[in-house]
DNA sequence: GCCAACGTTGGC
DNA sequence: GCCAACGTTGGC
């Protein structure tokens, strides 16, 4: 059974890793790993190829969505979790029934201008985005259809 | 570097 | 099941 397009929101440090890499990459593409967070990881299972990613940079001046990517495959186990000297190895992770997903992303564009938390904050259409809510921390958030169509309106203003 | 908010762990 | 302690996130 398809479905329509879904739509989320990723967060990751420019330090680690920008959408700049991401457009370097081979295949301008990676694999998200890293998530340890149970939310985030059911968020990532959810995903379809095809569906499309709003990237945040974090930890960044100013934090902002700074272009689009693509969900390039279905989730599946991320190996890092079973590397004993990764960071982020998980040792009560069961390799049988793996703990830890993720999925691969694919670079789609980098906007003209980065739409900052900020600007975002301004936006009375974005006041319930998962994003904008106090003390969230998320780093895989879904993101509605009206919220996507309002953002990439911004990003093209 | 600070710290508020949140998630996870583990003792009880 | 409660909750204190701890670790992490991420804006500022």
């Not at 340890?36 to 990881?41: D, E, G, I, P, S």
């Not at 900020?118 to 985005?129: F, I, N, Q, Y």
């Amino acid at each position: 059974m398809s479905r329509s397009r879904q739509y989320w929101l990723m967060k990751s440090e420019p330090l680690v890793f920008s959408i700049e890499d991401l457009a370097r990459a081979p295949k301008r593409t990676t694999c998200w790993d890293g998530v340890r967070n149970y939310q985030a990881r059911n968020f990532m299972r959810a995903m379809k190829p095809g569906d499309q990613v709003l990237f945040y940079h974090s930890n960044a001046n100013p934090p902002a969505i700074v272009g689009i990517a693509e969900v390039a495959g279905a989730a599946y186990p991320d190996p890092t979790q079973f590397e004993r000297s990764h960071k982020h190895f998980d040792p009560a992770s069961d390799p049988a029934a793996p703990r830890w997903d993720m999925v691969d992303i694919r670079y789609v564009r980098t906007f003209a201008t980065p739409i900052s938390l900020d600007s975002l904050r301004t936006e009375k259409a974005l006041v319930g985005m998962a994003l904008l809510q106090k003390g969230s921390r998320l780093s895989v958030q879904p993101v509605t259809n009206g919220e996507w169509e309002y953002i990439l309106k911004l990003a093209t203003v």
